[in-house]
């Protein structure tokens, strides 16, 4: 999967991808590896979805996302399947685009992968000349 530079140092995933390879001396095989030893040390072994998914957890209670809803529920909202749906939902493109990113036969598929989409972004009204 092709994933193009960012806008910025700090946000842009190639730098990060980067500096991941770089810290943890990758030179080969899988890129997502466990981290060990209290995150001192990573392994050789490829992070499993299972963790990914509890990564994921870990992160949006840390980071107080959804903080009004009891701590079962917010878990419930969100896995690993959110970092994709999250991409989807947010890349402001054509939705073609996004479709091929992702790798979706059809657009249909794609729409299921977009979340709230905010329909007054583009303003169908104002684009017809109303």
Known sequence: VEIGRGSSERTCPVVAVETWMKLAKIA???????VTG???????ERLKDQEVARL?????????????????ERVKLFSGH???????????VDERYVQKQLGHTSAEMTRRYQRRRDRFRVNLTKAAGL
């Open 28 to 34: 080969h095989g899988p890129l997502f590896r466990r």
């Open 38 to 44: 209290k995150g001192r040390a990573v392994g050789p």
């Open 56 to 72: 994921v957890k870990k992160t949006i209670l840390a980071a107080g996302i959804r903080g009004e809803l009891p701590e079962a």
């Open 82 to 92: 959110s970092l994709r749906a999250g991409l989807a939902t947010s890349a402001e």
